[in-house]
DNA sequence: AGAATATTCGGAGAGACCCTCCGGTAACAG
DNA sequence: CTGTTACCGGAGGGTCTCTCCGAATATTCT
């Protein structure tokens, strides 16, 4: 007689298993941040003591590493979002958001291709556009109710603008310049302008 | 004895050269448009018809050729400067040329990681470099002298947003968000703003 | 505790790509 | 027409990505 229960939880995953699924991100951290987008998969799991299998069967793609890694990221600017939204007007609160974003974003090189996806139709980094797209949608929504930003702005245009200067973290000043647009994008979103 | 006249224009470029060399340009500008910026370098040479050797000796890198693509594009943009400096208001013809900006870049998919090297200090992509950023600095110095703009907006501020905005064109209506964006950033970089 | 079993590990290897080098060949000058 | 020069194109070394499978190990059941 089969067990008549459903498949229960099939197991509890194993302890070196999610040790080494952290040690890969960790490692993949700091390396994406050293060396870009691009860096070697093959390093990274060199470099985190494991083999190129693991690696793969842990993030089939390089995609899906990278939200991997910075998914803790976002949580955290999801998390700034609240903080803000609490203790700022909300004009404030988009702006100083909206500085986080790009200081967070832009401070790891290159996270470029991977975030177009955020924006685009791509079915990977869910997880942190659903967080993001979030965040900025209820600041927004926010800032266009206390009138200080016009009523027909549509959030995403924000997002788009803000991951494009992210893009361009190359430059030796780009963080002044991305904090220069940033109020630029925002005086441009009130209502008189 | 040796010639007394100082090396004299060594020879004229042979035909075939000059005939595989726009043939190049040909293909990889179509590659590119269609698969990105990251595009094989042996399928261009193969579908051109050459071996990767002749590619190469044209083109030394990657980028050289994206360059050598791009080139004729940016200067159409630099002759637009030009025709709308003359025949519009300076924040019309610096709103009209923004908006070309991004229709011409932005159509291209991808030469993003290319013109992030346009705002960096990198010496390749020097003629294109040259061009765009003398045509915003001309455009912005003509707003900013009628009045309509902010003494103090850093002509490559807007720059960097463009290409930003350009690196982003992978959504469904990036396009309707782009020219939405440009109307923001001019109406953010008013006096009054 | 000890055996059975399922899951994970890690390296070997196929395939793609980038870029270089060099012998053959075709164009230009005299 | 002949010599010289510059160009052509493919073969090949090195690197990277990603897959497959035997060996090793954690977890569970008796």
Redesign the interface.
Known sequence: MPKSSPPPPPRKPRADARRNRERILEVAKEVFTRSGADSSLDEIAKLAGIGPGTLYRHFPSRESLLEGVYCGEVEKLAAAERRFSDTLTPVEALRAWMLLFVDYIGAKQII??AL??M???SKVFECARDQVQGAIHRLVARAIESGDIRAD??P??LL??L??????A???N?RD??R??V????????P??
């Open positions: 470029a291709p177009n996806t924006v685009g139709g702005l549509d995403f245009d788009r603008a991951i494009g200067v992210a893009n361009v190359s430059a030796p780009w310049s991305a220069r647009l109020h630029i994008l925002i005086a441009g979103s009130r008189g302008a």
